[in-house]
């Protein structure tokens, strides 16, 4: 069993800056994948970005390519989400989340998930 506990949203201006963080807990964190997604109101859970076990293999959802960095420190068992230029349009709850398997960009592939935190971005 893993627990997750994300934390650096915030409210932010257009083209401002914010870093997530998620710490985790329990299963030996260097096994498994890492996520993030994010869930706007009204809409569903949405992918954003994922990185392997080791670090090495990173993805991005298309409208955060280039803007936004994941990244993963397994000596600190955490996993962050650096996010730059930001726009109206990334206002959402974001969640980390974790996958056993393989590093994917597939919601329901991840069997952990954090409790969320809130990232808003004013125009």
């Known amino acids: 069993q893993v627990q997750l506990v994300e934390s650096g949203g915030g409210l932010v201006q257009a083209g401002g800056s914010l870093r997530l963080s998620c710490a985790a807990s329990?299963?030996?964190?260097?096994?498994?994948?890492m996520g993030w997604f994010r869930q706007a109101p009204g809409k569903e859970r949405e992918f954003v970005a994922a990185i392997s076990w080791n670090g090495r293999n990173t993805y991005y959802a298309n409208s955060v390519k280039g803007r936004f960095t994941i990244s993963r420190d397994n000596a600190k068992n955490t996993v962050s989400l650096q996010m730059n230029n930001l726009k109206p349009e990334d206002t959402a709850v974001y969640y980390c989340a974790a996958n056993f398997r393989d590093v994917s960009t597939v919601r329901d592939e991840y069997d952990y998930w954090g409790q969320g935190t809130q990232v808003t971005v004013s125009s």
């Open positions: 329990g299963r030996t964190f260097s096994s498994y994948a």
